[in-house]
């Protein structure tokens, strides 16, 4: 199997940054959720803050890199403008559009993906420095750890709605 290097690039955006954000979101939740367990020792809290603040910020980057490679590299080849008479197959976007089959799909997936999939990285960066700022007080304080899982999960939301329009888009018109 041979992948071009705008392939690679949409597998590197998705499959591997995007697809690591959204697994890490599982260990970081669960994380916040035992912190409040009747059954943690100060020692085993201190601990899994320390694995919760690496994990957070490692995520909170690896958002960012996704949106970036997304936005910046793998984006300009699907936004392409054909020239007049071109096999549209090499063009994703005008292929989209030019189905009505398929045009919402662009009018809104990557609508979505342009500019409310920003929001993952936003909000990874609030919860990575809400978990450093708060530190252990996050397992005494059950309001300010639910506004953190609150803020995650939105996060989530926002960058597994992405990466479901992109890989639906991705099926539809393919970056070649």
């Known amino acids: 199997m041979e992948l071009t290097l705008r392939e690679m690039w949409a597998v590197i955006h998705g499959m591997m940054l995007g697809s690591l954000f959204l697994l890490a979101y599982a260990g970081g939740l669960a994380e916040l959720f035992n912190l409040g367990s009747e059954y943690a020792t100060d020692a085993g809290i201190a601990k ?47 292929l989209l559009l030019s189905k009505p089959t398929t045009a919402e799909w662009h009018k809104f997936g990557m ?35 639910r506004a953190v899982i609150v803020l995650f999960s939105v996060a989530f939301f926002a960058a597994a709605t992405a990466g479901l329009f992109g890989a639906f888009i991705n099926k539809a018109a393919p970056i070649h």
């Not at 910046?72 to 197959?89: E, M, T």
């Open 48 to 94: 899994r803050v320390r694995r919760l603040i690496f994990g957070t910020w490692v995520m909170a980057i690896v958002a960012w890199l996704t949106v970036i490679v997304g936005t910046w590299i793998v984006y300009p080849w699907y936004r392409a403008k054909p020239p007049a008479g071109a096999d549209l197959s090499l063009f994703p976007r005008s």
């Open 111 to 145: 609508e979505w993906k342009e500019h409310v999939a920003w929001l993952a990285p936003i909000l990874a960066t609030a919860v990575a420095y809400m978990v450093t700022r708060y530190g252990v007080r996050l397992a005494q304080d059950n309001e300010v750890r």
